[in-house]
């Protein structure tokens, strides 16, 4: 079995490898264009200055492909690095509960919607394995925090939530998102504390 400090050089290894990330630079972007076009019509119902909180999957994989485009020429943004993978792990993980929560509630289902919950999947997990290695202080989670929660609120109290397939799922994907935004922020805060006692035992990968 790997050492833990093995795993994470050889994982930082693949994920900061310039081919690597410029190969998912393409991949999260040719992703998002197919994101916005996937809520052209909700878009199009929806005030331009509400825009930024509509597209919530294809947003938060533009961020993540800025993100790694800074890293690729060495630059850091932590607020941008953090809001990227926190958001790709939130909305990955929400299109996931919301078509495996219809295909339940509807007993059919599409082979679009197959598509949709593999790179939903997909992104999720690569925000998951960034994250791990671009942990943030408390200032940029504290502030990333504020926008995760805040967005929640914006999607289901002044609804403008993504498009459901069905309107009787909203209530079980609202509990659902509440409680996925909780997870991500409290388990942030976890890897935080048990990176920043790996740093100090010297541990750290």
């Known amino acids: 079995m790997l050492h833990h400090k093995n795993l994470m050089t050889w994982g ?3 994920l900061f490898h310039p081919l690597f ?3 998912l630079i393409v991949i999260n972007l040719l992703g998002s264009v197919y994101g916005y076009y996937w809520y052209r019509e909700q878009l199009a ?6 825009w930024i909180f509509t597209p919530d999957s294809p947003l938060s994989t533009t961020l ?3 993100s790694l485009l800074f890293l690729l020429y060495g630059k850091r943004t932590p607020y941008l690095s953090y809001l990227a993978c926190a958001t790709t792990i939130k909305y990955g993980l929400w299109a996931v509960f919301v ?9 059919q289902w599409h082979w679009e919607e ?9 992104m999720a997990i690569e925000g998951f394995l960034y994250l791990l290695y671009l942990l943030p202080d408390y200032k940029v989670w504290g502030a990333v925090s504020l926008w995760l929660i805040f967005n929640d609120y914006v999607d289901y109290v002044w609804k403008l939530h993504p498009y459901l397939y069905l309107e009787e799922q909203l209530a079980t994907v609202e509990v659902f998102a509440y409680g996925l935004t909780t997870v991500i922020i409290l388990g942030t805060l976890v890897l935080m504390f ?5 740093l100090k035992n010297g541990t750290a990968g």
Not at 99 to 107: A, D, E, K, P, T
Not at 114 to 122: A, E, N, Y
Not at 194 to 198: C, H, I, L, S, Y
């Open 12 to 14: 930082r290894e693949i």
């Open 21 to 23: 990330m410029k190969t």
């Open 45 to 50: 119902n929806t005030p331009f200055i509400y």
């Open 64 to 66: 993540l492909a800025l």
């Open 99 to 107: 078509n495996s929560h219809y295909w339940y509630v509807s007993g």
């Open 114 to 122: 197959v598509m949709l919950w593999v790179s939903h999947l997909g």
């Open 194 to 198: 048990v990176g920043r006692k790996r």
